[in-house]
C-alpha cells in the first residue's frame, strides 16, 4: 500500500473518534451532539486515509459529500451504507454551534454511530485490497 504511515495515522485517529463515540454518553453531560460529532470526524480520516492510501491528495474538507466524489472517480464502487455518511457532515458545524440545531436524539445518535462503523469496516476491507 502507498503511503502506509500517514495512512495508518490516519486511521488512528479516525479509530480514535469511533471508540470514543461507542462509548456513548456515559454521563448526562456528554451531548449526543458532540458524539454525532465524533461518527462524522471518523468517517472523514477513514476516506481521507483511502484516498491517501491510493495516492490521492486528500482534499481539506469537512464535506463527505466531496470525499466520496474523489473516492467514486477512482472507480472504486461506493456501497449506499457508505453514501449515505454523507448526512453526517452537517455534524461538523452545525451542531456545535448553540442555537443553530434542533437537539440530536438517541436514535439520531445510534443512526449515525452505525454509519460510522460501517463506513470505518469499508474503508478497512478497501485497504485489505490493496497491495502491499
Not at 490516519?10 to 454521563?27: E, K
Not at 453514501?83 to 439520531?108: M, W
Not at 443512526?111 to 485489505?128: G, K
Request: hydrophobic content about 40%; some cysteine; proline content about 5%.
Amino acid at each position: 500500500m502507498k503511503n502506509r504511515p500517514i495512512v495508518e495515522d490516519w486511521l488512528i485517529r479516525s479509530r480514535s473518534n469511533l471508540c470514543r463515540a461507542q462509548s456513548g454518553q456515559t454521563s448526562d453531560e456528554i451531548l449526543f451532539e458532540d458524539l454525532c460529532f465524533d461518527c462524522q470526524q471518523s468517517v472523514e480520516k477513514s476516506l481521507k486515509g483511502l484516498l491517501i492510501a491510493i495516492d490521492i491528495e486528500a482534499p481539506r474538507t469537512h464535506n463527505i459529500s466531496i470525499l466520496i466524489e474523489y473516492l467514486a472517480k477512482t472507480g472504486i464502487t461506493i456501497p449506499h451504507q457508505v453514501i449515505i455518511a454523507s448526512d453526517l457532515t452537517e455534524f461538523v458545524v452545525q451542531t456545535r454551534y448553540p442555537g443553530i440545531y434542533e437537539p440530536i436524539t438517541g436514535e439520531e445518535f445510534a443512526e449515525s454511530l452505525e454509519i460510522a462503523e460501517n463506513v470505518y469496516s469499508w474503508v478497512l476491507s478497501e485497504l485489505a485490497k490493496l497491495p502491499d
